[in-house]
């Protein structure tokens, strides 16, 4: 693996809000970067390839995987759903791709965990890559699947892994919870390129966050990355900290995972 560039790419979930933002912010990591999603993705730019995908497909992911040097594994249902919805994206999704990888030479897996694997931790709990998973759901229950496939397929077949269990990353954070959890695009971008090309990771578990004041999570077992992040929440804090407090009882105040403790169940109506 180039130190610095790879040959080809892969992106999966290119079509969603992440997804559009590293479609561009990737592009110097690799020659080409192979774009897939089961959502319209419009034309190829320059330097793309456009693979549009369904992940719970077997034969369309391994011809998907086909050719890529290392994946970046955002695809599948990113919000609490029941769990058929679930099951489908992420559950036979994270198979599909790690035995494509398998199956054609994929060295190296950037997979999108999430912070819903540690949700029912309490917001006074302080966590590291150690700490026991408490999933806040079925989506939180899919990540920790998709971190124990990593796990499996580095020790049987030697494909290396950066779990990174992203916290909030959108273009701001709105609310007291993420001030704690908030990741840039431009640390989530810059943990991405560590993820790739740094040697000898095996399977590393990183919390996704930048330099916020107050964090809940310990990155100290993933220190080998190098991580620096660039960004912090600190600079939006007077404008969110105007906004009216949850209740005590709230949720989003409470637990690690916010809103995603109470959602559910699906399908009793």
Not at 3 to 9: D, F, K, T
Not at 126 to 146: E, H, I, M, N, Q
Not at 182 to 211: C, K, Q, Y
Not at 219 to 242: C, I, K, M, T, W
Request: with cysteine.
């Amino acid at each position: 693996m180039n130190e610095n560039r790879l040959g080809r790419l892969l992106l999966t979930g290119a079509a969603g809000g992440l997804g559009r933002v590293l479609r561009d912010t990737l592009k110097p990591m690799a020659r080409i970067l192979r774009v897939s999603d089961v959502q319209a993705l419009g034309d190829a730019q320059a330097d793309e390839e456009v693979r549009p995908c369904d992940l719970s497909d077997k034969q369309a992911v391994d011809a998907l995987v086909q050719g890529c040097d290392a994946i970046v594994h955002l695809g599948g249902v990113s919000v609490e759903r029941p769990f058929e919805e679930i099951l489908e994206a992420n559950i036979k999704g994270v198979f599909h791709i790690y035995e494509g990888a398998r199956r054609h030479g994929a060295r190296r897996v950037i997979f999108a965990s999430s912070n819903h694997t540690v949700g029912f931790y309490r917001q006074t709990d302080r966590l590291d890559a150690r700490s026991p998973t408490r999933p806040d759901g079925y989506y939180g229950l899919s990540k920790v699947y998709g971190e124990q496939m990593a796990s499996f397929y580095h020790d049987r077949y030697g494909i290396e892994t950066v779990s990174i269990r992203i916290g909030t990353s959108v273009a701001e954070p709105t609310d007291r919870r993420m001030m704690h959890t908030w990741l840039s695009f431009r640390d989530l971008t810059e943990l991405i390129r560590r993820g790739l090309f740094t040697p000898n990771v095996g399977h590393t578990v990183v919390f996704g966050m930048s330099a916020n004041r107050e964090v809940w999570w310990d990155n100290s077992q993933a220190a080998h990355l190098g991580y620096a992040p660039a960004d912090s929440s600190e600079p939006f804090r007077q404008r969110v900290e105007a906004t009216p407090e949850p209740a005590a009882d709230d949720p989003v105040r409470i637990y690690q995972g916010g809103v995603f403790t109470a959602r559910g169940p699906f399908g009793d109506d």
